[in-house]
């Protein structure tokens, strides 16, 4: 078995551990003599499957009673669509907050729905390089909208913005359960799978009960929220196989890694030996200003194209993969998910040292 330090920005590395026990399931899941691919998403065995997925997440977020957890496919970007159209309020503004890419399209998309679409702060200045911080909002708008981490320009809210009384809702995918935080200023969560909970091919998000009344009657079945909630994700056929490795994922960071903040204190340490290694001589030199820094995804440039095209290809032949810069940006980016081991990032930090060495 030959596997690669995997450090891809989506979809991205996932616990070994949980592809073990995927391939050890396989053929017979759970004495049915079927694959979890195969059985019926009725079964008693996948109702289990679900239910536990969705009280561990329950469990690892702290959270008793007032949210519900759906599974819902078409990735995030289905979800710049759906939260403007189930929570904006009639007569009411919605209000973002664009922090770059990701942002921009939740934007476009509540545009293109014909919302009264309010941007109460923007580090586009800047090239999207930093988290802003002082703007206000309407207390009468119908929700705050921010994207929690910046996968493509790396940078992270270490504090979430204050959303003055109204509820908060975030794009979460590429930092969701790295860290604890506390759900009750939120209205709505959702995370696209492929980053740090498991494939491609749902979005997990979470809904704070007082918003399934916003939803309007007359929108197209799927694309309501109480749909999901009262036929616990079960509406239609759900994406099984994304669905039971994601409470793989989570059944690993509950019981081997041992919750979030363990997970949060070994994001931190990923992090912070990278940066280090960025900062100490300037050979490289991080994107995102240092104060706004994302744990998850670590953007730094070399001094010529050249030259990170060189760091790239040697990283490749070494056995670090996924290392470059969204296409939009350039560059170069190290994505260390959950699922990063500190271990490939040790070896990443040693190659980057022996590069610098070599071509510095
Ligand atoms: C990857 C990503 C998306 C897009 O997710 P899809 O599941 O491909 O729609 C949206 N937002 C953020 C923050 C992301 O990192």
Not at 17 to 33: A, P, Y
Request: glycine share 8%; aromatic share 10%.
């Amino acid at each position: 078995m030959n596997r690669i330090h995997n450090f891809n920005p989506g979809p991205a590395a996932l616990p070994l551990e949980v592809l073990q026990t995927i391939k050890e399931e396989m053929l017979d899941f759970k004495g049915t003599g079927m694959s979890i691919l195969e059985i019926s998403h009725r079964s008693k065995q996948f109702e289990e499957v679900l239910n536990t997925a969705i009280e561990r997440l329950k469990r690892l977020l702290g959270i008793k009673e007032g949210f519900h957890v759906v599974f819902v496919q078409g990735g995030a970007t289905l979800q710049f669509a759906m939260v403007p159209l189930n929570l904006s309020l009639p007569h009411r503004t919605v209000s973002y907050i664009d922090t770059g890419t990701w942002s921009t399209k939740a934007i476009k998309e509540a545009k293109i729905l014909g919302k009264d679409v309010v941007v109460v702060a923007s580090s586009q200045d800047k090239e999207y390089t930093y988290i802003p911080k002082d703007f206000t909002v309407d207390s009468s708008t119908s929700y705050l909208h921010f994207t929690s981490n910046n996968t493509i320009r790396g940078t992270q809210w270490k504090e979430f913005p204050n959303p003055n009384g109204v509820p908060l809702v975030s794009d979460m995918s590429s930092d969701f359960l790295s860290r604890p935080f506390d759900v009750s200023p939120f209205g709505l969560i959702y995370a696209g799978a492929q980053k740090n909970l498991g494939p491609a091919g749902c979005a997990v998000v979470l809904i704070r009960e007082d918003m399934l009344s916003r939803s309007p009657k007359d929108l197209p079945t799927l694309l309501r929220y109480p749909v999901y909630t009262e036929n616990n994700s079960l509406y239609n056929t759900p994406p099984c196989f994304v669905i039971y490795t994601i409470g793989l994922v989570l059944k690993w960071l509950e019981e081997t890694i041992g919750g979030l903040q363990n997970m949060e204190r070994i994001n931190e340490e990923k992090a912070k030996i990278l940066y280090e290694v960025i900062d100490r001589s300037g050979f490289y030199r991080g994107t995102a200003q240092k104060d706004s820094r994302s744990l998850m995804n670590i953007t730094f440039r070399l001094s010529s194209e050249e030259l990170e095209k060189r760091f790239l290809d040697e990283a490749q032949k070494n056995g670090f993969g996924g290392l470059k810069g969204h296409r939009s940006v350039g560059g170069c980016r190290a994505s260390v998910y959950n699922a990063v081991s500190l271990e490939s990032v040790r070896s990443l930090a040693s190659f980057m040292e022996e590069f610098e060495r070599v071509n510095g």
